[in-house]
């Protein structure tokens, strides 16, 4: 009986081994299925990203009216057919490419609320946003939403965004950073667009490059903001 009982419990033991043994080809098959589609994933955002890099390229160099798909294309080295795999359309590149800048200049910047609170600190934090070679793309794409209705309408998210950023009633760090002065607000307008102007300045410059009255321009704002911000 012992006897029986033994052999019975190696036939279980074997069926089990058995029935692992079947399993493995199926949990490979699964592991193989995840690693070939996070591969993919991968290689699509590779894809993704240097057909934004190229966008951005193109904007600051040639301007938004000869970014076209073939100027994008061939800066990325990819065929129009997967630019539209990756994108549903030009609009949509260009959309995701302002959001893309975006995030770039912010993590750059204080934007999203200056840690340092002294006015001049405000006022190099936002040129130091204004000054970077991707805002004449930033420029370039807001003009030709204004332009153009239906671009205007994939845009208008990604504007959105940022006009909320950096706008005090909506952002309460920024908010805070102005102090609660009558005139902080219109201080900070007048800077930001102070700002904007010098921005396109600088887009409309051949070459891009600085301008001669930035450094004055910056230091008598960033003086006038120490004077009136923070004060009560």
Not at 61 to 88: K, P
Not at 89 to 101: E, G, K, Q, R
Not at 187 to 192: A, D, V
Not at 223 to 229: F, P, S, V, W
């Amino acid at each position: 009986m012992h006897a029986c009982m033994f052999h019975g419990m190696l036939a279980l033991v074997k069926r089990g081994q058995d029935t692992m043994d079947s399993d493995t080809p199926g949990r490979d098959a699964v592991r193989s299925t995840k690693l070939l589609r996070r591969r993919q994933e991968e290689r699509s955002a590779s894809m993704r990203m240097q057909l934004v890099e190229a966008t951005i390229a193109a904007l600051i160099e040639r301007g938004y009216a000869r970014t076209t798909s073939v100027e994008i294309c061939q800066r990325a080295g990819v065929t129009r057919g997967a630019l539209l795999h990756h994108f549903d359309s030009l609009a949509d590149l260009f959309a995701v490419t302002l959001s893309h800048i975006y995030d770039r200049l912010l993590a750059r910047s204080s934007m999203r609320g200056p840690e340092r609170s002294g006015g001049r600190d405000l006022v190099e934090s936002l040129w130091d946003h204004f000054s970077q070679p991707e805002y004449k793309a930033v420029i370039e794409l807001w003009l030709a939403a204004r332009n153009e209705p239906e671009l205007g309408v994939s845009l208008s998210p990604a504007i959105l965004q940022i006009s909320n950023l950096a706008d005090p009633r909506f952002n309460p760090r920024l908010s805070a950073a102005l102090g609660q002065s009558a005139d902080a607000v219109p201080l900070y307008r007048l800077i930001l667009e102070s700002m904007i102007g010098m921005a396109l300045g600088r887009a409309v410059t051949p070459g891009g490059g600085m301008l001669g009255h930035e450094e004055r321009v910056v230091d008598l704002l960033g003086r006038l903001a120490g004077e009136m911000l923070n004060k009560p």
